[in-house]
């Protein structure tokens, strides 16, 4: 196996202060962890490095396996090195998982382990295991290699490095997509981010596998009974994949390969996705708010997707503001409107910013007086005021409030817009 040395490692990932690897090393053999090895992205990169010397490794963090207790190897990382100097952010035990601050740099520390997926898109039961057994539960093969800190081994169980070489992507078993259907978004993420093609095998379970549906929740069934791969796990994955430079190409990606199925069929099927998703971004909407928005049932899917509670009130205003405008679209006498009847009819709706901004983006037939209403009407305030009229001689009440805006309506029509 080829040898990656603990020092070499440093010089390469700028971020890791001299030393580090070895500490991290020592730290688990003194509590009888005789197993421990970097994983992850850095390990991809370090190859495609050794391989492409012109390549630039990005840092974000740095992904530790162990034969051993998280929780036990954390505290004795604190021991060695001082509590000011180890700060644990996460601590996961069930997973058995833990996050911490060394330095100033981000380490995920994880204890070997396997998965079992007794109910295929549900969380998997996991149990202790080792590197190799660990690897294999992964993902592809670009991403099940470790380097073992204690001899600085590549552990490369399934040709990860040729396949770097050849620039392809491959599920590790053909149960891949079936388990966890979310490694379809991350197949797409890391195409488009390494410029990678998937085998045609991968392609192959992508679409044979969702075709089939063999998962016991469909979609139209109560959003509240979706397992996690096709609710939570897959919202996270896609706030993944928008949030990258490379969202592009990952969704196109998607709708290639016939993916975004298991999120809805209308994303699958639309040309204009990206173009809809791209305008909302331009206009400050979360890019994963505007793809739930495009889909056949925005608000089952928000619910599904476990959305914020922000994202589901812009999703639900949209969804009224949509269901008005085409009310009124039917019977065409909005071609005689004034700006003003425009104004008075959008303010009653008391819908959030945000929502017209998604039914502009998607191209409404009416969005010409969305945008005049949001971007100029709006704003403009009455010539005159509640105390101006007091002066004038007018009593207190609810006329004034009649006449402020019926003044702010003459002056809209008038455009006279500062």
Known sequence: MKLFDKSTIEKEIKELPSGILTILLDAAISVNITSIAIVGGIVRDLITKSKNHDYSIIFNDLDIIIEGETTTYVKELQKVLGEERVKVIRDNTTYKTAEVIINGFKV?????????????????????????KDLIRRDFNINAMAIKLKDNKLIDLFSGSEAIDNMKIDFLHESSVLEDPTRVIRAS???????????NQALKQIKDTIN???????????????????????????????KNNYWKNALKNLQDWGGLKIVDSKLQNDPRLIEKILNAKNSNIEPLTALVYESKDPISLAKRLHLTQQQKEIINGACQLKKYLENIMANNLYKNWSPSKWTNILEELNANESSFILEICRENPLKEYLSSWLYNWRYVQSPIKGDDLIAKGWAPGPEIGIEIKRQRMKLIDEKIIS
Do not use: C
């Not at 993420?189 to 085998?199: C, G, P």
């Open 212 to 242: 089939l549906w063999p998962w016991d929740w469909h979609i139209g069934d109560n959003a509240d009974l979706a397992p996690s791969a096709l609710s939570i796990r897959l919202k996270m994955e896609l706030e993944l994949l928008l």
């Open 108 to 132: 995920d520390i994880a204890s070997a382990r396997e998965e079992t997926y007794p109910i295929p898109g549900e969380n998997p039961i996991v149990k202790s295991s080792t590197i190799q």
């Open 189 to 199: 993420r890391y195409s488009a981010k390494l410029d990678f093609h998937l085998s």
